[in-house]
């Protein structure tokens, strides 16, 4: 079956603007979530969400958000681009359920890579 | 709150040789553990899990077991390749029903031929 698909792969975009990435899960899993991976501080948990709704969310400042619509396809924005936005965003899928990560991992996409300059 | 360490710096050894990954967590209850693998310009692909204390997760000839007593989670192999150059993550995922992943820094792993 498909993986979870992320697009665009790559963006650049200019300090003040804002971005919208999309991540479409793998069939039949229900919660998606969202890492933010940079050199400095590694990979840090940005938010979940399940059935449409903000389940957890990690220490980002309000300009990170996200939403989930009906198909538990995903996006995220991230507005006011600062240059220290630039990383790779992953996004990861699993089965409902809470805790079912816990039992059978994530699986993840490979990322869309943006670049602020 | 919960927390992964990872040894530090990149390992670089050659090609048969034995691999081992460093991986000691904090955190209350019983959490699950996890190693990921990342190859260059890709995600992070699930390389083996264990679930409760005593566990031995086990993919492709990588091992690791749930050591509550040590809180630790090596990671290891009997004789590495030139393909198992990647990053190596250890994570975890806590027992508090939170459906998200603490990581650890990584460690680049090179395999010379």
């Known amino acids: 079956k498909a993986g979870v698909t992320q697009t665009p792969r790559y963006l650049i975009k200019t300090r003040g603007q804002q971005v919208t990435l999309s991540c479409s899960p793998i069939?039949?899993?229900?919660?998606v979530s969202w890492y933010q991976q940079t050199p400095g501080q590694g990979l840090q948990f940005l938010f979940e969400y399940f059935s449409e709704t903000q389940r957890n969310k990690g220490n980002f400042p309000g300009r990170f958000s996200g939403r989930q619509f009906s198909n538990s396809r995903s996006e995220m924005n991230v507005s006011t681009l600062e240059l220290g936005d630039s990383a790779l965003y992953l996004c990861?899928?699993?089965?409902?359920?809470?805790?079912?990560?816990?039992?059978?991992?994530?699986?993840f996409g490979s990322g869309t890579r943006l670049t602020v300059v | 709150g919960d927390s992964v360490t990872q040894m530090e710096g990149p390992v670089t050894l050659s090609e048969e040789a034995f691999l081992t990954i460093n991986c000691t967590y904090t955190a209350t209850g019983y959490p699950s553990l996890f190693w990921y693998v990342q190859y260059p310009g890709e995600g992070l692909q699930l390389l083996l899990k264990?679930?409760?204390?005593?566990d031995k997760g086990s993919n492709k000839g990588f091992e690791a077991t749930y050591r509550k007593e040590t809180t630790s989670f090596h990671l290891e192999k009997g004789s590495v390749q030139v393909s198992d150059s990647a990053v190596y993550f250890c994570?975890?995922?806590?027992?508090?029903?939170?459906?998200?992943?603490?990581f650890g820094k990584g460690n680049q792993v090179v395999v010379i031929p």
């Open positions: 264990a679930t409760k204390a005593d």
């Open positions: 990861a899928s699993s089965l409902d359920g809470v805790g079912t990560a816990r039992a059978y991992g994530y699986t």
């Open positions: 069939s039949g899993h229900r919660s």
């Open positions: 994570a975890l995922s806590d027992s508090g029903g939170n459906n998200r992943l603490a």
